[in-house]
């Protein structure tokens, strides 16, 4: 073991981390819910983005992940308007951020310590050249996701 | 390939790209979570949080993407020690220090550091963890180079005597 004094570090986990990241992008509203259900339960649910993820993000009417290298994921989606998306991001446990040309979304999840699970969004359409989204109603899009994810968990 | 060096990821991320900022995240939050954690002790994660909101809030105003991990310094000082001053229950000054010899000391670092002020921890982060001469941290701290000085001289006496018991 190391003689050298250790030095206390902070540790911020995947939510605290959402949050400084979509404060960084105007208009990215985060929306928080606590699940009952435990992490691993609810990320699956998350994850599954050629399944369950449609149940929970409807205005992703079909997805299919086209290229997975570790944690970088690429999903093209289309709409239930129709248009189509290719979403470059990043996937890892409790964190996933991927943007296309117009789109952004962003998810992230934490244990609780009584078990159950804190998630929180954030997306919309992106502002093209800018770290920034149109406020199109997301964050009542947003409650209704977490919503359903409650139900398909819970 | 795509230049991944942290000043050409400011410039991207600046450009509006989130995948960038994504990067940035992921390098940052180890510097920011030492910096927060030996100056905030049990805030770090508050300040740490606060620290990387104002950093992406900040970003587009960065005008040397070089001089990013000096900017990115600074704010988690700042933020450390007001968080760990708005938590309280800090010694006044280093004569609240035990001295050598005294049982209350453990052989810790939290320990010695958790009996420091703030303003203490942070000249001690930015000459010990960090590295910078004294004038460099007078002028982030915002206090004249003998003030460093001599708090220097007073905590590392205090921590040393604390870490080699």
Excluded: N
């Amino acid at each position: 073991m190391s003689d050298a004094p250790q030095w206390p570090t902070a540790r911020l986990d995947e939510i605290a981390r959402f949050r400084a990241l979509a404060a960084g992008v105007r208009g990215a509203a985060v929306t928080e819910r606590v699940v009952a259900a435990p992490f691993d339960d609810v990320w699956a649910v998350l994850s599954d983005f050629e399944g369950s993820f449609g149940l929970i993000e409807p205005d992703m009417h079909r997805v299919r992940v086209i290229a997975r290298d570790g944690e970088h994921l690429e999903l093209l989606a289309r709409s239930r308007w129709g248009f189509r998306a290719r979403l470059i991001g990043v996937h890892r446990p409790g964190w996933f951020w991927a943007q296309s040309r117009f789109l952004l979304l962003g998810m992230a999840a934490t244990a609780a310590p009584d078990g159950r699970t804190r998630v929180a969004l954030t997306g919309g359409i992106r502002i093209p050249g800018r770290a920034a989204l149109m406020p199109l109603g997301v964050r009542r899009a947003a409650v209704g996701a977490l919503g359903r994810l409650d139900r398909a968990v819970g | 390939m795509t230049d991944s060096s942290e000043p050409a990821l400011v410039r991207r991320a600046q450009a509006g790209d989130t995948l960038a900022m994504v990067g940035l995240l992921d390098r940052l939050t180890p510097y920011v979570g030492r910096i927060c954690g030996a100056i905030a002790l049990g805030g770090g994660p508050d300040a740490a949080q606060e620290t990387l909101i104002a950093v992406f809030r900040g970003l587009r105003g960065l005008t040397h993407p070089e001089a990013l991990r000096g900017w990115v310094r600074a704010i988690a000082v700042r933020e450390a020690v007001r968080v760990a001053r708005r938590d309280g229950g800090v010694p006044a000054d280093l004569t609240s220090v035990p001295a050598r010899g005294d049982p209350q000391l453990a052989a810790d670092v939290h320990d010695v550091l958790r009996r420091l002020s703030p303003e203490h921890r942070a000249i001690l982060v930015l000459r010990d963890l960090e590295d910078l001469d004294e004038q460099t941290v007078a002028a982030m701290l915002e206090v004249p180079k003998g003030t460093v000085k001599s708090r220097l001289a007073r905590a590392r006496a205090s921590f040393r005597k604390a870490w080699t018991e």
